[in-house]
């Protein structure tokens, strides 16, 4: 099982992006994928979750200004990000509860990082 993350990059303060991460390789399911994120000098912190159902979790920082959407069909993450400040600078990893096989433990799986960087 691999996830690989899309989509950061250089933003100017109040711009948006979007990442994505797929998961790859082979598997039975996926349970609850997220988003976390580790600045320069700070340990890694949940950014947002989303269940197999859609149930969606936000630390507070990011409400109202992060989206986070899954598409099942795709087993892909998506993290809509707007109004972006200069303290959401970090790299960002996505995680995926997967089940291998039909009656298997779920295991977590993480992908590399992708850096976002919010700055005149």
């Known amino acids: 099982v691999q996830l690989q993350a899309f989509g950061g990059g250089l933003v100017q303060p109040g711009g948006s992006l979007r990442l994505s991460c797929a998961v790859s390789g082979s598997f039975s399911s996926i349970n609850d994928m997220g988003w976390y994120r580790q600045a320069p000098g700070k340990q890694r912190d949940l950014v947002a979750t989303i269940t197999s159902g859609g149930g969606t979790n936000y630390t507070d920082s990011v409400k109202g200004r992060f989206t986070i959407s899954r598409d099942n069909a795709r087993n892909t993450v998506y993290l809509q990000m707007t109004s972006l400040k200069p303290e959401d600078t970090a790299v960002y990893s996505c995680?995926?509860?997967?089940?291998?096989?039909?009656?298997?433990?779920?295991?977590?799986?993480w992908g590399k990082g992708t850096q976002v960087t919010v700055s005149n």
């Open positions: 995680n995926a509860w997967v089940r291998r096989t039909t009656f298997g433990r779920v295991l977590i799986y």
